[in-house]
Each structure stands twice: as C-alpha cells, then as structure tokens.
C-alpha cells in the first residue's frame, strides 16, 4: 500500500520549474509511497527518500527533507517499499534490509521497540525477491516462493495462525507458489502462480473480500476464479486486477475509494471497469492509500477516487470523489504509488510527479506546501561511487519484476557478449539468445509477451560468470 495531464495551463505555470527539474532526462526507475514520506531508486541503482524523517528516510540522522536525498552511496538497489514508519529494500544480490521505526518488531532484526536511522541488513539470506512495507508489518517472498512475515499481528495480518507479534521473518505456512504480495494498514494480500488470490487479517469493514467480516489469522482464498494479476492493499480496502484488466475494489469506502459511485462498504470484489455507457475500461495499474485510490487505464491515463482533503487525488480540488475521475490531460503513465493523502506517478519517461499532502515534505518539491495538482520531482545528481567502481557489486540491472511484456537488462559498464537461457520452473528452457554490451549498447530486452504467467529463471553467462535472476511474468 503506503507497499501506486496536467492541463496546458499548469504546464505554462510550472515551466520554469520544469525546466530546472530536466524533464525528460531518464532518472527514475521504481517508486513507493509511504504515510508521510516517499522513497525512490533512480534508474543508476541508488536510492533516495524524501519527507518525514523521525528514522524511516536511512540518513543516520533525523529531520524532515523537502527534497530527493541520496540514501547512502549504494547503487545496487532493485526495490524499495514505504511502510507507516519504517522501510524495506532489496539489492541486487537478493539482501534484505530495513530501517526506521522498528515497534513490534517491523524491522526484523530480532528486536521489539528497536529504531535504527541507518539501513541495516536483515540476517544473512540472499534470497529474498519481493517485500511490502505495512502498517508496522513487513511482508517479503523468497526466490523459493514461500512467504515470510513480521511485525505487528494484533489483528492476524501476518498469516501465522496467531496474534502474537514476530521480530524476526517467520515464514507464513509452508506453499512455494506464492507470487505477488501486498501489505495494507492491518491486512494483506497475495497471489499464487495459479493467479489465486488470498487475503487474511483485519476484516471490519470487508477487505478481505470473502463474504463477510471475519477476521483471519491465516490466508484464505479469494473468490473460486484463478485469474488474478495484481494486487493492492490500502489503509482498509483492497483493489485487484484479473487477466482481462478488469478492475475489481472491496473494502471501506466511507471516502468513495472503491469507486463505484456509492459510499457503501463492500465485502465482495465489485467490478467497477464498467462506464455508466456500458463500456468496459481495461486497467493496467493500480495503488490503495490510506483512503483513496489510483489507477492507470491501458491507454495510459492515470484516475483517481476516493478521499481527497489534501489534494492527493491531483484533481485540481479537494472534495472528495467516489468515482475514478481522469487527472489532467497525460497519456503517458507508467507507475503510480498512493500513500497516507499523498500520492506519486511516473510516466514512461521516468519523469516523477507528485501530489497532496505537504506538510513534510512528502512532495519533494523543495518545499512545504500542499499541491491538489502534479507537481514535478526534480532529478539530483548521484554522489558517491560510480557503477563502475562497483561493477563487482552491481552487475546486471533486471526490471520491471514481475514483468508483463519486456524485461530490461541493463549494464553499465562494458563486458562484451552475454549469452542468456530463459527456464520455466521446471526447467525447461523456453528462450535463449546472446547479445553484445558495448559503450554504445548497454541494454538489451526480453519479450516475455507469449510467456504463460508464473515463475521463470534467467541464467546470465558472460565468460566464466553466470548468475541466475528469478523473474515473475504476469
């Protein structure tokens, strides 16, 4: 959750900002917005944080920041999530590691009430693949597939069949088929490689989607269909996308964030993909705040419902809505990311933009003042080492993962031929090709489009050296 067209006339009001911010230049890659602040990891593999600072930012230090700042000098990260008050992030080499506030054990460092300001490694495994911060819970699945917990659990949100709080990731049953996961305030969400979805936690107002309002220690199914591809936990309700882009919402909707014109709880996923014409809308994105909604149409246009006292619905008001409203005039949206009443989206240009609540500095737009429009995020330059002084440390740079159509290498120094097999997770090889890393030419794609969904593994060999990447297709 807190793990997602701007008029002709704003453009002209922030032009000369648009021009400091370097607009098109390629700069970031994957985003996540938490309750107060932000977190980022630029395209060269750093990673950077924005807003409130009591310890959640990884500085070493406390303070609010009103703009991007470098997270130490590391430029092998590949995912990053913003929870209530602490941080998750993984690097390239499958590490885990966590920072901020550490009550109930958040941080899985074998601690309860713990604070660090400093990123910290979680044990020694180098084998994790996917995290989502919560509301002072973490979830993370393995590259086996099997799904691990930890933190607070006073309403069941870490799937162990118990209440009791886990400093330390304690693995949640004993499946290896799990696929994508997202934690909300006090539920969770998961798919499996089956595109089962599975819900369990808090249940008062009807996110789990299962019928009723039951709270449950454990994962229980979601709906008898198998074809779900994404999923979204917010602050108490939940959003899906099935295999046909329909978009599913259930949950709290005091606010209107399920988007189906009512104010009306639901504990069934309703399909709201379908105008009042009757046309069916197929979305390809989406992210659950704290109390309101974002969505990506595949058209690449970005939407917005639900609560919007702090302008983070970037509608240019802030009266709340319970219908997915178009924001702006845009059609180039990659990546959303909805937080506590802020919210941030990135085009395909990797162009970051933000909106909503201000107050510290969550925007990261160099001030403090709220924004009901997008405002852009500027683009600092990088310190500390070059990916080249770390090429033994960050070699190949693999996203999107999960992947949908195209899967991106990238390597920034030159090493010349790689060859590279694609494996199914029975170890069939169903791809394989070579290409050449030059100066000039340091990425290369994978089509994945007419891959079946589930778990693939890619081997990389470049002379003597292979390296295997677990890559998710959805």
């Known amino acids: 959750m807190i793990t997602k067209s701007i008029s002709r006339l704003l453009f002209i009001l922030i032009f000369p900002f648009l021009a400091f911010s370097q607009p098109g230049t390629t700069c970031w890659r994957h985003i996540s917005a938490g309750y107060n602040f932000s977190l980022a990891i630029k395209t060269d593999g750093t990673l950077w944080g924005w807003g409130l600072n009591s310890n959640q930012l990884g500085l070493g230090f406390s303070g609010n920041q009103n703009a991007p700042i470098q997270i130490g000098t590391a430029n092998d990260w590949v995912a990053v999530s913003a929870g209530y008050n602490h941080s998750l992030a993984l690097k390239n080499n499958g590490t885990l590691w966590t920072w901020g506030d550490g009550q109930f054990g958040a941080l899985g460092n074998a601690t309860f009430n713990s604070a660090t300001w400093n990123v910290t490694q979680v044990g020694t495994a180098n084998d994790w693949s996917q995290i989502s911060a919560g509301k002072l819970f973490s979830l993370a699945i393995k590259t086996n597939g099997t799904l691990w917990s930890w933190g607070r659990n006073n309403t069941g949100q870490l799937g ?49 989607g299962d019928g009723s309002n039951t709270t449950s220690q454990v994962p229980i199914q979601i709906t008898t269909t198998f074809n779900w591809m994404e999923i979204s936990a917010g602050g108490g309700h939940s959003m899906a996308l099935d295999v046909n882009n329909i978009l599913w919402t259930w949950g709290n909707n005091v606010n209107g964030q399920l988007g189906d014109a009512s104010n009306a709880n639901s504990n069934l996923p309703i399909n709201i993909s379908f105008s009042s014409a009757g046309t069916v809308s197929a979305y390809i994105k989406i992210s659950a705040g704290e109390g309101h909604s974002l969505a990506i149409l595949n058209d690449n246009t970005l939407w917005s419902s639900g609560l919007n006292t702090s302008g983070q619905l970037g509608l240019g008001t802030n009266t709340n809505t319970n219908v997915l409203t178009i924001v702006g005039l845009l059609n180039t949206w990659d990546k959303i990311s909805a937080g506590n009443q802020h919210s941030l989206a990135m085009e395909t240009t990797s162009n970051l933009w933000s909106t909503g609540r201000n107050m510290e500095g969550q925007l990261g737009v160099g001030n403090n003042t709220a924004s009901n429009n997008l ?89 003597n050296r292979v390296e295997t990447k677990k890559v998710i297709k959805l």
């Open 160 to 208: 162990i069949s118990s209440l009791v709080d886990q400093n330390i990731p304690t693995q949640i049953g004993t499946a290896t088929d799990w696929m994508l996961i997202d934690a909300g305030d006090e539920h969770s969400l998961a798919i499996k490689t089956n595109n089962s979805m599975w819900a369990w936690g808090n249940n008062v107002s009807g996110q789990l």
């Open 375 to 463: 405002v852009l995020v500027s683009c600092p330059p990088t310190s500390g080492a070059s990916l080249e002084e770390n090429a033994d440390l960050y070699d190949y740079l693999i996203y999107p993962n999960p992947v949908e159509k195209l899967l991106n290498i990238n390597l920034h120094i030159s090493v010349g031929e790689i060859n590279y097999q694609l494996t199914d997770a029975q170890g069939k090889i169903v791809q394989s090709g070579s290409n050449v890393f030059s100066n000039e030419n340091k990425t290369m794609q994978i089509d994945f489009s007419s891959h079946e969904k589930g778990i693939y593994f890619l081997n990389i060999e470049n002379g």
